[in-house]
């Protein structure tokens, strides 16, 4: 973040949208999204997943939108029909595609509707798709979609950008178990019922407006039944958040390992074939 974009920072909830700039936190899309929040009527619960990034906001006249447009080519710059200004948004991110604000950038929260205090609060994705090394750190992620609450204490929630459905303990915030998804799972999950077994289902569509690559898949997973086995170890351990970068990384040292020893060779057979 360079200094002058602090410049137009917000002062409060309604302050205008200002020719040099104003910083939106959090962005528009967040904190709370499309993606709504579960509810347990039972224990007076609610558990909502927000975002936190921030947007900057620059007017112009709106007679410079088509300059705008052409200077700002990939950007968000909209002309806002009927008003005297258009409008140009962008997210406040680094060189390699991470949010500038502190983290974590994505969080899921559980709030007693009775106290209205927040029980617990837990940071929601990784930077795995956020950066262009897929290096997984749980910052927590963008997030589009909702959580589903189950009876037997469990809320289940894609959202994120990193291509997983995740499970979390509904009384401490702990996360369980992560499913690899084909795609992000901007979506709020369902779950139901079928020949005695319970389904939990997403749509792994991705969001191409942040960056994630489409995808068209319904994704179910289910328990194992008596007599089946679940993934094998090696699937687990590479469908885990960061298990693909450990397996490129290790691919990538061992590549270089194995030309490092034969050009090790290749000097050693190369000095003793020298004739003296």
């Given amino acids: 973040m360079r200094p002058g974009d602090i410049l137009g920072a917000q002062r409060g909830p309604l302050h205008p949208t200002q020719s040099q ?164 799972g901007i979506a709020t999950p369902t779950t139901y019922l079928w020949q005695g077994r319970q389904y939990v289902l997403i749509a792994a569509g991705g969001h191409g407006g942040a960056g994630s690559p489409a995808g068209d898949a319904l994704v179910a997973f289910v328990l194992p039944g008596p007599g089946e086995s679940g993934p094998s170890p090696w699937l687990h351990w590479r469908d885990q958040p960061g298990g693909r970068f450990e397996l490129h990384a290790g691919m990538a040292g061992t590549v270089v390992l194995a030309v490092a020893v034969l050009w090790w060779w290749w000097r050693r057979d190369r000095r003793h074939r020298r004739p003296d």
């Fill in 21 to 184: 700039g104003t910083l939106e936190i959090p962005f528009s899309g967040g904190g709370v999204n499309w993606g709504g929040l579960a509810v347990d009527g039972g224990k007076g619960v609610v558990y909502v997943n927000s975002t936190n990034l921030v947007h900057r906001i620059t007017l112009f006249p709106a007679a410079d939108y088509e300059q705008m447009k052409q200077r700002f080519a990939g950007k968000e710059v909209s002309p806002q029909r009927g008003a005297p200004y258009g409008m140009k948004r962008e997210l406040l991110v680094s060189p390699l595609g991470l949010p500038c604000n502190p983290p974590p950038w994505g969080v899921l929260t559980a709030l007693d509707l009775g106290s209205r205090k927040i029980l617990w609060q837990t940071p929601l994705g990784t930077t795995e798709e956020l950066n262009p090394l897929g290096i997984t750190r749980r910052l927590g992620a963008p997030t589009f979609g909702g959580p589903l609450a189950t009876a037997s204490g469990l809320i289940f929630i894609g959202a994120t950008l990193d291509d997983y459905l995740r499970a979390f303990d509904a009384k401490t915030g702990a996360e369980l178990w992560t499913g690899r998804l084909p795609a992000a």
